[in-house]
């Protein structure tokens, strides 16, 4: 199978400006969870959607934001950049169930942001 | 709330020699453990990880690790570490109930000097 997928691998952008980060998961799984990775606050927890649905989510403003389609692909938006959000963002696909047992989460190679 | 700590930022180690990597949970529910790799500009891998059953896990590339529920401690091993294990190494946490979420530590700097 092929693994996660994440487009575009590197972005530049400027302060003020939006951008839409994709993931696409490994095939079956219904479960995408969004993190970020910065220096100073390391590996931190966003969002995570399971059938185009908002399951759980992370303490980040509301300028962070995602949604998932029928085929279970992700992306994630944010809007009025700032410098600190210059960041690692990685996508993990899982097979994902109802119940709130354990699914192992597949991470993919993240896509890095820097904002000007 | 779930919170990871490793206590080690930095480990320089010598080519063959064994490594220990610190890592502490703290949780008030079931919790379920993994340790990650993450190789410059990639993603991260997964080394092993603890879900139930015998508390010595043993994972890919010669590492393990030991679960010790009183001293709620999941550290890192191997014996013998080679150049190629220089990476950095990411405990997380994972607690069954609604917050369906992995919790990472802050990281380790491996280096295996030659």
């Known amino acids: 199978k092929a693994g996660v997928t994440q487009t575009p691998r590197y972005l530049i952008k400027t302060r003020g400006q939006q951008v839409t980060l994709s993931c696409s998961p490994i095939s079956g799984h219904r479960s995408v969870s969004w993190y970020q990775q910065t220096p100073g606050q390391g590996l931190q927890f966003l969002f995570e959607y399971f059938s185009e649905t908002q399951r759980n989510k992370g303490n980040f403003p509301g300028r962070f934001s995602g949604r998932q389609f029928s085929n279970s692909r992700s992306e994630m938006n944010v809007s009025t950049l700032e410098l600190g959000d210059s960041a690692l963002y990685l996508c993990?696909?899982?097979?994902?169930?109802?119940?709130?047992?354990?699914?192992?989460?597949?991470f993919g190679p993240g896509t890095r942001l820097t904002v000007l | 709330a779930q919170s990871v700590t490793q206590l080690d930022s930095q480990v320089p180690v010598f080519e063959e020699a064994p490594v220990e990597l610190r890592c502490n949970y703290s949780?008030?529910?079931?919790?379920?453990l993994f340790w990650y790799v993450q190789y410059p500009n990639q993603g991260l891998q997964l080394l092993l990880k603890y879900l139930s059953g015998s508390t010595l896990v043993k994972g890919i590339n010669g590492f393990e690790a030991e679960f010790n529920k009183s001293q709620t401690s999941f550290h890192l091993r191997k014996p013998s570490v080679h150049i190629s294990d220089t990476a950095e190494y990411f405990c997380a946490a994972y607690s069954s109930g609604s917050a369906r979420q992995l919790t990472f530590g802050s990281g380790t700097q491996l280096t295996v000097l030659p």
């Open positions: 949780s008030s529910v079931s919790v379920y």
């Open positions: 993990a696909s899982s097979p994902g169930t109802s119940g709130s047992g354990y699914n192992e989460q597949f």
